[in-house]
């Protein structure tokens, strides 16, 4: 009776395998990303919404494909796609930047650039005197998104063991805000929608120091044929105007800019 028992459970167990094996198929895109304000996040029902959530699932529409959002630590985001875990990672990703030293594009196949961004410094604006140059950031302590462009920057210009890791751009705002360190670096299109503004009014951006300019890109593994067909996909909804459209709705029209050269 026991190995019957046994057998029954072992088949079940196969059963639940296979179920969990085919939730993801060939017809859904699965888009790794954090939470970022007007990007991706999710409206009071739970729902995903911001440019990049409906950005996604209107190229999901014209592949004829279900789009799924996986929320993702940011720096795990390459073992996420290597290991099949997520089909791209869709979320504010600085395509000329580099990881550790290795360009991006060397990590990954990018789309389209489709959108410009820089990073800046935040800080707390009773404080705004003491950042006046890049030079005044040296011996300073940090907060940034673990594995962003962000981190490549800060640990570039002050002490490596003064750079805290956040698990997302969006919780480094707190850390500045409270004191525990002196600055963050952050992309500006996310500082621009948080700094002066409710819990972060008394934070501010740094103007005295401007960064490279930046372009977003939707990151695929390596050798993937999904970049091909999303490019085809941006470029449709680029001609359609749709894309403008949505850009519109959140307030990115002056910074959205289809590219295909990413550096």
């Known amino acids: 009776m026991k190995k019957i028992l046994a057998l029954i459970l072992a088949?079940?167990?196969?059963?639940?395998?296979?179920?969990?094996c085919g939730e993801k198929d060939d017809n859904t895109l699965v888009c790794g990303v954090t939470i970022f304000e007007n990007m991706n996040e999710k409206d009071a029902d739970g729902n995903w919404t911001g440019f990049e959530s409906e950005f996604a699932m209107e190229?999901?529409?014209i592949l004829g494909?279900?789009?799924?959002f996986q929320e993702i630590v940011w720096e795990q985001k390459y073992n996420e796609l290597n290991s099949g875990a997520i089909d791209c990672i869709w979320n504010g990703f600085t395509a000329n930047s580099d990881d550790n030293g290795v360009k991006r594009s060397e990590l990954v196949d990018f789309s389209y650039g489709y959108m410009l961004n820089q990073q800046c410094i935040v800080v707390k604006k009773d404080n705004l005197a003491n950042f006046t140059s890049e030079d005044s950031?040296?011996?300073?302590?940090?907060?940034?998104?673990?594995?962003?462009?962000?981190?490549?920057?800060?640990?570039?210009?002050?002490?490596?063991?003064?750079?805290?890791?956040?698990?997302?751009?969006?919780?480094?705002?707190p850390e500045v805000k409270s004191g525990a360190?002196?600055?963050?670096?952050?992309?500006?299109?996310?500082?621009q929608n948080l700094c002066g503004t409710g819990d972060y009014s008394d934070l501010a951006i740094v103007e005295a120091i401007e960064l490279d300019s930046e372009i977003y890109a939707i990151g695929f593994k390596k050798g993937s044929e999904l970049t091909a067909k999303v490019n085809d996909a941006i470029k449709q909804l680029e001609g359609s105007g749709k894309l403008m459209e949505i850009a519109q709705k959140y307030g990115f029209e002056n910074v959205l800019k289809i590219t295909e050269n990413i550096d």
């Open 11 to 20: 088949l079940v167990t196969c059963a639940f395998c296979f179920a969990a």
């Open 137 to 173: 950031l040296a011996g300073k302590s940090a907060c940034v998104e673990g594995g962003s462009a962000g981190e490549s920057y800060a640990t570039s210009v002050t002490d490596a063991d003064k750079v805290m890791k956040a698990t997302s751009q969006i919780n480094a705002f």
């Open 65 to 68: 494909m279900e789009v799924k």
């Open 59 to 61: 190229v999901g529409k």
């Open 181 to 191: 360190v002196d600055f963050i670096v952050v992309d500006i299109l996310l500082a």
